[in-house]
């Protein structure tokens, strides 16, 4: 297929690659300014507390302070879902809670200001762990809601949302069920998905109502959107994103880091910026949900799941942006990977005194399924059913259909990947080395070797709306007009490769806008794999209109009566009836340009699908898990960037994804809340030194999406590993673990290596 | 003794800089990393955790790897620097085959790790023009890179291994 | 990081009267990758008013027998411990302990000096004021230690008294192993201490005024079998969540003398000598090996979450004890 193509599928260098090579990008903390500012946060100690006092004279009169900011004197901006999250407030629901913020001449003296600072708290007991906080007489965060219980309602997705999966009869369906299985499982270690470039924002409000914000972020108009809630329908936002070091989905959450900034500058009428720490990123910016369910499945001998019950706590943290959002998508994916008749799922989405929680990739399915996949397995065991047998049977097939994030219901149009995952499952040797439930694969010495596998799909590959413009200029040269920052999909490279394919022009002469709220038009930016068929859809409706308006001027000059008669490539245009006859796009283009308009409309009827096999080695002696190989498997329709789609899926490691099992996690301080990881020793990520062995299958079965037939799969690369690695754990070791991640304690505990007595220490 | 200046090579350029406060001048607590950033506006050399423990920062120091975010400047008074903006060709622009490797391999996705990720690769091949896929894979561990650009990377410096100048 | 007065010296004696100068509100740099993040961090009491350069001392950097001794200088970088070839053939443990700290960028910089007396790693003492803290405790002077109650996955499971926090220091398990010491510099002159003495339950051996300049080691005469093993999450970075130093002479099969050093478990590298004793004298066997890794145990006392570092503490006396016959 990708044979026919000049650019699609084809290996193309990054058209910002030299500029990161040579240290020539400029990310947000790069960028220069004049009379710039500097922002720093003063950040609470305490998890939950009343600020009795607050006095800033001291910070005041350091030379080079200009202002200083508390919720005495803070806009009265707020935001969350519902919006009663107050950029500063009296109350501190978090260590780490902004108290005040100062703007001084350089960072060095904000931090000097912030020390002079002195506050005074009335502490409040604060409580951490969901079930605690939805007893009665637990701590309460905020006084709008009861049991620390946030209404289940998206409402950013319309009239209506899904706020849980309730069909057909589970009484009936575990009735029927050859074997039943449940018990609490979770995934509530809280990685960090921890971006390389920590958010930071510079804000420049001119008074009364002109706002410049220039963010590491992934998304233009999106953000823009938000801010105009927040600061108020009568400013006028400007948003600039240049390169994004990383995001995952965090950088979407970085509303407060622009609205201190934001204040800041406004108070003082100079550009401010102002960027997080690696500690402040890792203990105040965005978590993994918590996630734990509850949960009873039934499930028949040939792999049929009759039924799926039970409660679903989801952990926000200390407020909630998106996370009703993140149920309503995870809910979705549930039906997707398990084609149950009968389910009563019921959420709920709780508060406690921490940091957090809020989008990372994998957005909500991913912790759903984390747990979920655990659940199903035990069924499996007492079936004695291959998992990949029964994932596969239960993931979606056309003319199955599912409830989307609106609640609506969805008639699948999509393909059957069970070809793809049969072939993962060949390249792994999933039939030759799964020896059954809790059997090793292999036993070395005292390494175990296990394998497990995982699945994932979401329904967002066409979420959401998005527009483009191509113009064609008189030069010949291509210019697309999207609001898109790079980063690291390759997104802004792949959109001049469509529309150097469809206008079949070499790809040096296409380039696109920087991502300028001013310039650009409504795309709702990268999320939920919607990049290869929404944004890439919207260009390539775009240059398609370029291309007709291009035409339409043209076929007089040929002698045409119809657009339709006519062809182009190299920038020359003729007639298909007789290719003698031509024109130059210079000569139609004379001192004049065209501009095409593409828009693309969310379309929910398809889903993606990735399946992740792994083989992991535990060390029965000392706990040590270490991943040897993964398979990951999945069909994207037609490649659009070989190397770029490598990156993706081999991104199934970090981000708070497969190593989510094996050493990430962010580690709470029992009594105090504090975040104790908060810096990169004690926070595990994947070194390079140790890189399991990855392969990608990657089949390319035309989907029903545009005209290259592409589906996007980068955002679930990270969800179907963390189940697998615990169940290949499991199978290894020959005992169930359920906790995530997989230290050695738990592995020793799991063999009866400890014995759990607490000898020492509290003399 | 206390030094009132102190002189640094970076990317063959010497700079002479006076040790105080305000613009221009170098803090006894400044550090390499903000002194390139800041006071010599080399923004190629990325801060991400500013602890050492992401080599995001990473330059040569007298040809070998560092991290500048770990060292005082005052303390490297007479050193020579390399950062990411001193690989290419001053002269010509062209790229050190490093780099270039790294476009052919897209060893890179958000590419915020990626001038740390080519300095400490930089390193090996100074020390050890053919080097085999472990001491690559070992000579990088100290890089962070959250998008999992590593398989990549790996290949893009075993592809130029032998080709350094 | 906040500002401070800077200072280079050039001689050990001057660092000394340097530091007496400032009364203990001066720190040396050496390497800077522990000073730098503890500074970062600024999470004690005691910000300094100065830092002093150790790097301008010349000649402080060295590995060379000399008579009865090994001496290698406190500025002697870990990346040429690393690379050293006299290391490599009669102290790979040194050698094998040096590579497992930090990332190769560190250790370009990272001193042997600094690396035994950098500051402790418990993530309470750590925890970084620019997100709420800092945070008081034992070791701070005020206040319970928070780990017994708190997350002590990683804090000791021997030797604590009051305060929990393990010697972070690699090198200092291998020099241990080797009957290693430091020399310390002071006002009134020089003194010896032997490496598992130098460690306090609550800090070092060194006083306000006091600086390392040598570590000695007594030659070996006899081949001895050497390994350093380190248990950790992930290999490069990570500090040891436990760790082993062994020195062990065969002769015809039996063992004549050993040493076992344990690190990250306590507050010092421990030396294991009731297993030790018991292997002296003995061939090396599965069954000698078991009982011994047994015994350098006895006495191990977990917190509420890191009982598991026995077990893994044992596996690695016994692989460490094992690897000589192999
Ligand atoms: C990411 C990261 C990972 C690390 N991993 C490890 C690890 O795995 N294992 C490990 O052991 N360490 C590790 N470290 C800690 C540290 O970097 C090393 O221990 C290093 O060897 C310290 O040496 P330095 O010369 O840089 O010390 P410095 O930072 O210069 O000094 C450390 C302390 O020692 C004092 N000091 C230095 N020299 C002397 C002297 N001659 N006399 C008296 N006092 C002196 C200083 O005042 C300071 O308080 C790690 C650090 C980082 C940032
Ligand atoms: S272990 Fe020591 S340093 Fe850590 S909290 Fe307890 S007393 Fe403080
Ligand atoms: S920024 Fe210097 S090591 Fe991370
Ligand atoms: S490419 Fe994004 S951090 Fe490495």
């Not at chain 2, 896929?133 to 959250?146: H, P, T, W």
């Not at chain 3, 926090?165 to 398990?173: E, F, R």
Request: glycine share 10%.
């Amino acid at each position: 297929m990708a044979d026919n193509y000049r650019y699609i599928g084809k290996v193309v260098p990054r058209s910002d690659g030299r500029d990161i090579v040579t240290g020539g990008t400029l990310f947000l903390n790069d960028l220069p300014f004049r009379n710039l500012l500097y922002g720093k946060v003063l950040r609470s100690p305490h998890p939950h507390a009343v600020i009795k006092s607050i006095d800033t004279k001291k910070a005041e009169q350091l030379k080079g302070v200009r202002a200083i900011i508390t919720y005495e004197n803070v806009p009265d901006w707020k935001f969350g879902n519902p919006p009663i999250v107050h950029l500063l407030d009296r109350k501190v629901r978090y260590v780490g809670a902004a108290v005040a913020i100062v703007a001084a001449e350089t960072e060095s003296i904000c931090q000097q200001a912030l020390r002079l600072i002195e506050v005074e708290y009335e502490v409040l007991p604060a409580v951490f762990d969901e079930y605690e906080a939805m007893q009665p007489g637990a701590p309460q965060l905020y006084d709008q809601l009861t049991g620390n219980l946030l209404p289940l309602m998206a409402v950013n997705l319309g009239p209506t949302s899904a706020t849980e999966i309730v069909t057909g009869d589970v009484e009936a369906g575990f009735a029927e069920a050859d074997a039943v299985a449940e018990g609490s499982f979770g995934y509530d270690n809280i990685p960090n998905p921890i971006p390389m470039e920590p958010p930071g924002a510079v804000v420049h409000w001119e008074e009364p109502n002109r706002v410049t914000v220039w963010v590491s972020h992934q998304k233009v108009w999106l953000n823009k959107r938000i801010l105009t809630i927040i600061f108020g329908e009568e400013v006028k936002v400007r948003v600039i994103v240049g390169p994004c070091g990383g995001s995952f989905g965090s950088k979407t959450m970085s509303w407060q880091v622009q609205c201190y900034a934001a204040a800041l500058s406004k108070a003082t009428g100079q550009p401010v910026k102002l960027c997080y720490s690696k500690e402040e990123q890792l203990a105040c910016f965005v978590l993994r949900p918590a996630t734990r369910i509850n949960g009873k499945v039934g499930m028949k001998k040939d792999g049929t799941v009759t039924a799926v019950a039970g409660s679903w706590i989801l952990g926000t943290g200390y407020y909630s942006m998106t996370m009703q959002t993140q149920l309503a998508v995870g809910c979705g994916e549930a039906m997707i990977a398990i084609r149950s008749k009968n389910w009563n799922l019921k959420p709920a989405i709780v508060c406690t005194n921490r940091n957090s929680s809020g989008i990372v990739r994998g957005f909500g399915g991913q912790e759903l399924k984390c747990a979920l996949i655990p659940l199903l397995s035990l069924a499996m065991e007492k079936l004695n059913l291959d998992p990949f047998e029964v994932l596969k049977k239960n993931f979606i097939k056309p003319g199955d259909g599912y409830y989307w994030r609106d609640a609506q219901w969805y008639n699948y149009r999509g393909i059957d990947y069970s070809p793809a995952m049969d072939q993962g499952a060949k390249v792994f040797g999933w039939k030759d080395k799964w020896k059954g439930w809790l059997k090793p694969t292999a036993v070395k010495g005292t390494k175990s070797i296990g394998v497990g596998v995982g699945i994932h799909g979401n329904a967002d590959v066409g979420e959401d709306v998005g527009e483009a413009y191509v113009r064609i200029d008189n030069d010949g040269r291509i210019v697309i007009i999207q609001g898109l920052a790079e980063h690291g999909t390759g997104q802004r490279n792949n959109t001049l490769k469509v529309a150097a394919e469809v206008l079949q022009v070499p790809i040096e002469n296409v380039s696109i806008t920087p991502g300028d709220s001013l310039i650009t038009p409504v795309e709702w930016g990268p999320a939920g794999s919607r990049g290869t068929y929404g944004i890439l859809g919207a260009v390539i409706a775009a240059a398609e209109d370029a291309k007709k308006k291009l035409f339409e001027l043209a076929a007089p000059m040929l002698g045409a009566n119809n657009p339709e008669e006519l062809d182009t490539a190299d920038s020359v245009i003729w007639l298909k009836s007789n290719p003698q006859k031509s024109v130059t796009w210079k000569e139609v283009l004379h001192l004049r340009s065209v501009l095409g308009h593409g828009r693309f409309d969310a379309d929910y009827t398809l889903a993606n699908c990735m399946m992740s096999f792994v083989e992991v080695q535990v060390d029965t002696e000392t706990g040590k898990l270490d991943v040897l190989r993964v398979v990951n498997t999945t069909d994207a329709g037609q490649i659009i960037d070989p190397q770029g789609l490598e990156g993706q899926l081999n991104g199934c490691l970090g981000s708070a994804g497969i190593d989510s099992a094996v050493f990430e996690e962010t580690i709470l301080d029992p009594s105090s809340g504090r975040i104790l990881n908060a810096n990169l020793i004690d926070y595990k990520w994947r070194t390079t030194a140790e890189l399991p062995e990855i392969e990608n299958v990657v089949m390319e079965t035309p989907m029903g999406t545009h005209r290259f037939k592409a589906i996007g799969v980068g955002e679930i690369s990270t969800s179907p590993g963390p189940s697998a690695v615990l169940m290949a754990a499991s199978n290894a070791i020959g005992q169930w673990l359920h906790e995530y991640p997989v230290t050695p304690e738990r592995v020793l505990k799991a063999l009866g290596k400890t014995t759990g007595e607490n000898r020492g220490g509290a003399r | 003794m206390r030094k009132h200046q102190i002189n640094l090579t970076v990317n063959s350029q010497v700079y002479q800089l006076e040790v105080g406060t305000g613009q221009g001048r170098v803090n006894p607590s400044d550090t390499l990393s903000f002194t390139l950033r800041e006071t010599l506006g080399l923004t190629g050399t990325k801060l991400s955790c500013d602890g050492g423990a992401c080599g995001g920062c990473t330059v040569l120091m007298d040809g070998e790897a560092v991290l500048s975010c770990m060292l005082l400047t005052i303390e490297c008074d007479g050193k020579i620097i390399t950062t990411i903006e001193g690989l290419k060709d001053a002269k010509t622009g062209e790229l050190d085959p490093l780099q270039q490797s790294f476009i052919d391999h897209t060893a890179f996705q958000c590419g915020y790790c990626t001038p740390g990720m080519i300095m400490s690769a930089k390193a090996l091949l100074n020390e050890n023009p053919a080097p085999t896929e472990a001491e690559v894979k070992k000579a990088l561990s100290g890089n962070f890179c959250r998008c999992i650009s590593h398989y990549q990377v790996v290949r893009a410096v075993m592809d130029a291994t032998g080709k350094g100048r | 990081m906040r500002t401070f007065d800077h200072i280079d010296v050039y001689s050990i004696a001057e660092a000394c009267t340097t530091l007496r100068e400032y009364q203990g509100r001066a720190r040396l740099n050496a390497g800077g990758s522990d000073l730098l993040t503890v500074l970062k961090g600024d999470f004690l009491a005691d910000y300094p008013e100065a830092v002093i350069n150790l790097k301008t001392i010349s000649g402080m950097d060295y590995i060379r027998e000399d008579g009865e001794y090994l001496r290698i200088g406190t500025l002697t970088r870990l990346t040429d411990l690393v690379s050293s070839p006299l290391l490599k053939e009669k102290y790979p443990v040194l050698s094998e302990a040096a590579y497992t700290v930090a990332t190769p960028q560190i250790r370009n910089v990272a001193t042997l000096g600094g690396n035994l007396c950098q500051d402790t790693r418990c993530w309470y003492y750590r925890y970084p004021r620019s997100i709420g803290g800092p945070v008081q405790c034992l070791r701070k002077g005020s206040g319970p230690c928070l780990a017994i109650k708190g997350d002590n996955r990683y804090h000791a499971i021997m030797g604590g008294k009051k305060c929990f926090a393990v010697c972070p220091s690699d090198m200092a398990v291998a020099l241990a192993a080797l009957d290693g010491k430091v020399i310390i510099v002071g006002p009134e002159g020089e003194r010896r201490v032997e490496v598992t003495d130098f460690y306090h339950p609550t800090g070092n051996e060194l006083a306000k005024d006091e600086v390392v300049r040598e570590i000695e080691i007594p030659i070996k005469r006899t081949p001895t079998q050497q390994s350093f093993r380190k248990f950790t999450l992930r290999k490069p970075i990570d500090f040891a969540i436990v760790s082993s130093a062994t020195v062990i002479t065969v002769a015809q099969g039996i063992c004549t003398d050993a040493r076992i050093v344990l690190g990250a478990v306590a507050p010092a590298p421990v030396r294991a000598k009731a297993a030790e004793e018991l292997l002296i004298g003995k061939p090396i066997t599965e069954e000698t090996d078991t009982a011994a890794a047994e015994k350098a145990l006895v006495g191990a006392k977990p917190l509420s979450k890191n009982e598991y570092k026995i077990q893994i503490a044992k596996t690695l006396v016994k692989q460490a004890i094992l690897g000589v016959t192999d």
